[in-house]
């Protein structure tokens, strides 16, 4: 079945300095979604990305949905603390299915 | 504060016992659905509901039995489960089945579930 990787794992980044998280999946995505899950909390829905090359922004934060609609990243500029958290990206099983979520990556930001 | 409140918020259970997680939503959606997440795994979707039907079931255990009565509230009961059941189990809705519509999911707080 269809799996989403995400890398890395997990990141630790000074305050100040830029994060880039990728997601990537076995299978063509008709779409694809982020989420972010700040410690000890429940994940709560960022963004949806569903044209190939799609980018879309979020103040600091820059979504991208590869060509090929098997990749996806966020980047954040210039990372505050309230950024802490796992990011996750989600998107269907197969056309129609329901989502499947990859591992996340977990941001810790140093002040 | 998601329009999904979960109760109870923590639950520590005996191997023995039986118990329930609840799950009700306020934003007039038509799926909820049940997910596991552990230290070591990602979220794992558990069951899906569409409009009180149970639409998805992804092999998961008969110690866990769903419920769903309407389309606002989501049961999860429990019996005889083993300590690699601990985990937080996330309630979630959306507008309509997210694989057909592409709609976000909206969580709640989740019950975190010690089994001793």
């Known amino acids: 079945g269809q799996q989403v990787m995400q890398i890395p794992q997990y990141q630790h980044v000074q305050e100040g300095e830029d994060f880039t998280t990728y997601c990537n999946s076995s299978t063509t995505l008709s779409n694809i979604q982020w989420y972010k899950q700040r410690p000890g909390g429940h994940p709560v829905f960022l963004i949806q990305l569903v044209k190939s090359g799609e980018v879309k922004k979020q103040k600091r934060l820059t979504f991208q949905f590869g060509e090929a609609k098997k990749n996806s990243s966020l980047h954040i500029t210039a990372t505050q603390t309230t950024d802490v958290g796992t990011y996750f990206c989600a998107g269907p099983r197969n056309y129609g299915q329901n989502f499947v979520f990859g591992p996340g990556t977990r941001l810790s930001v140093l002040p | 504060e998601t329009g999904v409140t979960q109760t109870p918020r923590h639950l520590v259970m005996g191997m023995t016992n039986k118990k329930s997680l609840k799950c009700e939503q306020h934003l007039g959606h038509n799926a909820m659905y049940w997910y596991k997440q552990s230290a070591k795994k990602p979220l794992e979707l558990m069951f899906v509901y569409n409009f009180k039907e149970q639409t998805e079931n992804n092999s998961v255990p008969s110690r866990f039995s769903p419920e769903c009565p309407n389309s606002s509230h989501l049961f999860l009961h429990l019996h005889t489960l083993q300590p690699e059941d601990s985990a937080l189990y996330l309630c979630?809705?959306?507008?309509?089945?997210?694989?057909?519509?592409?709609?976000?999911?909206?969580f709640g707080q989740g019950t975190r579930l010690t089994v001793v």
């Open positions: 979630a809705s959306s507008q309509d089945v997210q694989g057909l519509s592409n709609t976000e999911a909206f």
